[in-house]
């Protein structure tokens, strides 16, 4: 069974950092783009960054300039470092690995900005 697990939120105060992580299992990783997503109370879930099998990248417009994805094919994982982080960045955080209509999500991790 393919797991998808992320790890690494919790609460920073305004412009701190924090690194979430995602690790798959079980997936052909180096075939599969992988992308962070969000979702905050009352909103829909949106795409933060992906970075595609090659290493492209690609970011939300709100987060571009202060989040970097990055990920590591020997480990499979992915990571999302975030600086200078905002309130408005409090959301749950979904890893998402994808393939051609195969999708798999993590359960989601807790980030809250907040003073």
């Known amino acids: 069974q393919v797991q998808v697990v992320e790890s690494g939120g919790g609460s920073v105060q305004p412009g701190g950092s924090l690194r979430l992580s995602c690790a798959a299992s079980?997936?052909?990783?180096?075939?599969?783009?992988m992308g962070w997503y969000r979702q905050a109370p009352e909103k829909q879930r949106e795409l933060v960054a992906v970075?595609?099998?090659?290493?492209?990248?690609n970011y939300a417009d709100s987060v571009k300039g202060r989040f970097t994805i990055a990920r590591d094919n020997a480990k499979k994982m992915v990571y999302l470092q975030m600086n200078s982080l905002k309130p408005e960045d409090t959301a749950v955080y979904y890893c998402?690995?994808?393939?051609?209509?195969?999708?798999?999500w993590g359960q989601g991790i807790q980030v809250t900005v907040s003073s």
């Open positions: 998402n690995a994808r393939l051609s209509t195969d999708a798999y």
């Open positions: 079980r997936i052909i990783f180096s075939f599969y783009h």
């Open positions: 970075i595609t099998d090659s290493g492209s990248t």
